[in-house]
């Protein structure tokens, strides 16, 4: 909470009209569906409209082992992926109701062109002990898949939903990963001299968020069209490649997403 706090007296401080009353932090563990659970209810106390939600917790190289309830294997697959489909599922009837909203995900150049998905592992037993990337492209790779099949359940609600890529941008996202693993600091060297400011890494996802003649055109991916700079420029268009162009793929993908939470949180999902 000390990061939202902060954002939220900078935003007081360059936008002196913005109140406590207005911008209302509140916490929610992505690695943990009793604290999405959780969220979800006291957002729901609040009787607020949701017009727009943008899952943006990620996580690249970092602790082994589950999720904070212990219910998922997958500590990355959890945050990356789990985590914001069930949020994401237990806000649709806010953002139904809100309408016009937009849902935004964050996903990934890496997941893109390196993720696979393990159709015998969809839990993450395995990714566990594997190659610690393998977990986060994997993650990204059915978020995008996620996203694109979310997209067509909600046409003609009022609802869109998008893909976002922020590009290679100077984020925690890599400052945050361990650094035992050779890669994690590869990265966070590349970081330091070569990415872009978060600013520019934000843009993707305010635009899907907020632009105007998008409404209506849900399924879009939004980013840096090519593999390298990937900086610098946004575009919109359809998926990169591979299973996030299969619709087959994502409806399949979906479906056992939902039997697979249901089964976790024990109480099932519609």
Known sequence: MPGARKAVRD?????????????HPMFVDMTSFTSI??????FSALSLPLHGLVNAAGEAMGPAGRGADGKMPS??????YYGPFYLTHLLLQHLTTSAPARIVNFCSALGEFMGKVDWNDLRGEKLVDSDPLAAYNASKRMLSMMTKEMAVRCKGTGVDVFAVHPGFAATNLW???????PAARAFNVAEEWFAQHPFYGALPAL?????PHLQGRSGLYIGPPEMF???????VGDYWRG???????CTRLYDLTVQIVAHTVSDGLQ
């Open 75 to 80: 500590h990355t697959l959890v945050t990356n």
């Open 175 to 181: 400052h945050k990963s361990l650094r035992c693993y």
């Open 11 to 23: 935003l007081q401080r360059d936008m002196p009209h913005v109140t406590e009353t207005r911008v």
């Open 207 to 211: 635009y899907a968020l907020s632009e």
């Open 229 to 235: 700079p990937l900086m610098f420029h946004t575009r």
């Open 37 to 42: 659970t959780k969220f979800v209810t006291d």
């Open 243 to 249: 299973e996030s162009r299969d619709e087959a793929a």
